[in-house]
């Protein structure tokens, strides 16, 4: 039976899976994501090291695997690739990952996009393999955006297509990551999310996040959410305005694009009926109405392992590229 490999490389941490074609997951493994020009490269080994490890755990012979899909954030260049510039993986950018992996593996080796990657796993895998026309979401440290459009992922004229996190919804706004100012990922990300409540916590100082985080320095978009679940009426607030405009993003998308389903995914999605019910009616609210109705919008159906079946989905989307 052909095998596949999944290599999600995120800015915390890098996670890798052995699977079987059809998306059974074989063997997992993780390593934590070291920045800087060394600990990149030394990085890079132990990742090389672990993947020997777990192929040799999940018995897989030379000739059975198909091939290794890489995912990154940041607008890849499929062709070359190599490491571009994210301000998540200091120390990275012009690693030739593609042809490092290919040496040690002899076998072909696909790069892409978190995103678009997820985009495929969705196509392959997940809810979108009888749809033409879907885009996935990921709300997580940033905001990603895969489209696949006719059935194939757009990718655009320089890679950017799908960068859903920077279309602009509040002119001369926040500063995003990206040097921009007012762009969807500054208002709705789990980093934005944390931002949001370390400022109002200086004001307002009575929430049950004083007491999930040890400072107010330290509070994060993870502890926006369990405060949420407490009933924490300052973080319910919070994500009402993320979950808000994320809608405003959502519905900018069906406007444009008339998609038959949105999928949604990431560390933010966690927060559930917290955000999906005020996104929700702020998608409603903005979309036009034939668009909206014909837009299914869900969650997810392959869970945490969602960046690395999209990669591994890579290898087995040469007919959809
Ligand atoms: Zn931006």
């Known amino acids: 039976m052909k095998k596949i490999i999944g290599i999600d490389i995120g800015g915390t941490k890098i996670s890798l899976i052995v699977a079987t074609v059809e998306g059974r997951i074989l ?13 990149a490269r030394l990085c890079v080994n132990e990742m090389l090291r672990k993947l020997r490890e777990m192929t040799a755990v999940a018995r897989v012979r030379k000739r059975e695997l198909l091939g290794i899909g890489v995912c990154i954030p940041g607008p ?26 290919k ?12 995103a678009n990657a997820a985009g495929f796993g969705e196509k392959i895998f997940g809810a979108g393999k009888r749809i033409k026309d879907f885009v996935y979401i990921t709300v997580s440290t940033g905001i990603g955006g895969g489209l696949v459009l006719g059935g194939k992922i757009h ?37 934005a999310i944390g931002k949001a409540a370390r400022m109002e916590l200086a004001k307002v100082k009575k929430s049950k996040l004083l007491e999930l985080a040890p400072s107010i320095k330290r509070v994060t978009g993870e502890n ?12 319910l607030e919070i994500l009402r305005c993320a979950a808000r405009y994320l809608g405003i ?7 444009l694009l008339n998609p038959g389903m949105i999928v949604l995914g990431g560390g933010v999605i966690k927060a559930g009926k917290h955000i999906w019910k005020p996104m929700m009616a702020s998608v409603k609210k903005e979309a036009w109405p034939a668009a909206f109705k014909a837009c299914r919008v869900i969650k997810t159906e392959l869970g945490e392992h969602v960046g690395n ?13």
């Open 27 to 39: 063997a997992k493994g993780g390593l934590l994501t070291r920045t800087g020009k060394t600990e």
């Open 76 to 101: 890849v260049n499929t062709q070359t690739g190599v490491v571009p510039w994210s301000p998540n993986l200091r120390g990275w950018q012009g690693i030739p990952l593609r042809q490092i992996i």
């Open 103 to 114: 040496r040690h593996f002899s076998v072909p080796v696909f790069m892409d996009n978190d």
């Open 155 to 191: 990718r655009g004229a320089s890679f950017c297509g799908g960068e859903i996190g920077h279309i602009t919804v509040v002119p001369d706004g926040n500063l995003c990551k990206c040097g921009k100012r007012g762009c969807l990922e500054a208002y709705a990300s789990g980093t």
């Open 224 to 235: 926006v959410t369990q405060a949420a679940f407490l009933g924490d009426r300052l973080s």
């Open 249 to 255: 993003g959502l519905a900018t998308i069906m406007n």
């Open 309 to 321: 079946l999209g990669a591994a989905a890579l290898v087995l989307s040469k007919d959809i590229c």
